[in-house]
């Protein structure tokens, strides 16, 4: 029996809110399938399922925020019994309204037998099995004595959530107590770049950062960018930062000490190279959702990965691995803006490499002083696995990948 719990997706995240199932008791699941939707402070995440089997129960209804780590569901392996705890309650509370009728039947105060069904109507405004409500707008509810069954929810699929009990008995409150509860939940950019501060100042906290740079001939790569894109469709071109990620990938598959992650104390080196790359979103925020076993893709592949990456960051449409599994990140300026950039390490990573936008300068060629195109690239590595000796030997498989392209 497996137990499918709510993942960590990231070295900020704590908790996230179960936004939607996309399986049901009785489906079979296999490694990798997605089986929910959570939404975390980066956006709407698809959740993949790490074991195989059929779907036994769900522990958590949609609308509820989760501990990481909390259980969503009990997946049973092929032969597997349903556990025993699941079968103790429904035989403990089957046996008592048995009795319960015997003895009352007998003595002539069968009359007062029906009080105890307004019982439970008593406890109405807190109804968990007539109205779908989330754990904290259901405590909420009891405080301010307001029946759920009046108020609507605005949650996913119609699910009651905090804010909803709130603003239904704001009426009765005074009307300064709404203006904190909005001030409490910002918009999700706001709270994005709460996560990504929360992440970042980790980061420079824990990690002992150094930073190497180093400024490249790229004029190559460019030149046979544009011949191999002047006759092909827009949709089939290839653009210089598919030219860097697969140079990175490469790079890291040949220097594996800054490719992995740093935890309990020591290096984890990865054989797959799992390239996040940074990706900003329409209105502010960023992603770097990570390509798995990138080493293995062609050029082509590797650009038709990135298109995909972008399209589903910006759709809110990640999956947990995606989120979870990057051995290094690669993060680019695009085609204009400043010439060189440093970036901070994504935890549990032990490497970033940051490019900035590439720049027309005079550059000696054959002791001749000609203008060409350049890319400045910083490493920014994890101190405690790498030294600069070990930066530069990647920063020089770098440049030797990128000024022959087509070996790509």
């Known amino acids: ?21 996309l ?12 089986v929910a939707v959570v939404e975390t402070q980066k956006g709407a995440i698809e959740i993949e399922v790490f074991e195989e089997g059929t779907v036994h129960a769900l522990k958590a209804e949609v609308g509820q925020e989760l501990p990481v780590g909390a259980p969503l569901a009990v997946v049973l392996g092929e032969g597997e019994a349903p556990p025993a705890e699941a079968e103790a309650p429904k035989r403990e509370t089957a046996p008592p309204p048995t009795p319960e009728p015997e003895e009352k039947e ?18 109405s405004a807190v109804a968990p099995g007539a109205v779908a409500a989330s754990p904290a707008a259901r ?34 409150q005074p009307a300064q107590r709404a203006v904190p ?57 290839l653009l210089l930062g598919a030219l860097f990620v697969r140079a990175a990938t490469i790079a890291a598959s040949r220097v594996k000490v800054l490719n992995g992650h740093y935890t309990d104390d020591a290096l984890h080196s990865s054989e797959e190279v799992n390239p996040g790359v940074a990706v900003a979103l329409r209105g502010g925020g960023l992603v770097a959702p990570a390509m798995m076993d990138a080493a293995k893709m062609s050029l082509e592949q590797t650009m038709a990965g990135m298109r995909d990456l972008v399209t589903r960051a910006r ?73 600069g000796r070990v930066i530069a030997k990647y920063l020089a498989e770098f440049e030797d990948l990128v000024s022959d392209p087509e070996a790509l």
């Open 1 to 21: 029996m497996g137990v499918f719990a709510m993942p960590s997706l990231g070295a900020d995240m704590e908790a996230g809110k179960l936004a939607e199932w």
């Open 23 to 34: 399986v049901k008791p009785g489906d079979t699941v296999k490694r990798g399938d997605i």
């Open 106 to 123: 007998p003595e002539p105060v069968a009359a007062p037998a029906p009080p105890p069904k307004p019982a439970p109507a008593a406890p």
């Open 139 to 172: 405590v909420r509810a009891h405080e301010l004595g307001v029946d759920l069954a009046t108020v609507k929810g605005t949650g996913p699929g119609g699910v009651i959530v905090l804010q909803d009990v709130e603003q239904g008995s704001a009426p009765a």
């Open 181 to 237: 509860a909005k001030k409490a939940v910002g918009s999700p950019i706001e709270e994005m770049r709460k996560a990504i501060a929360a992440a970042m100042t980790r980061s420079k906290q824990t990690i002992p950062h150094v930073y190497l740079t180093q400024t490249m001939d790229i004029q190559d790569a460019t030149d046979w960018l544009a011949a191999r894109n002047a006759d092909r469709p827009p949709t089939e071109r």
């Open 315 to 387: 759709a809110g449409r990640l999956r947990s691995s995606e989120m979870t599994k990057g051995t290094l990140t690669v993060s680019m300026l695009g085609e204009t803006g400043a010439e060189a950039m440093s970036g901070v390490i994504f935890p549990p990573q032990v490497a970033l490499v940051g490019l900035g936008a590439p720049q027309t300068r005079p550059w000696v060629v054959d002791n001749s002083v000609v203008p060409r195109t350049v890319v400045t690239v910083t490493v920014s590595a994890d101190h405690r696995v790498a030294d």
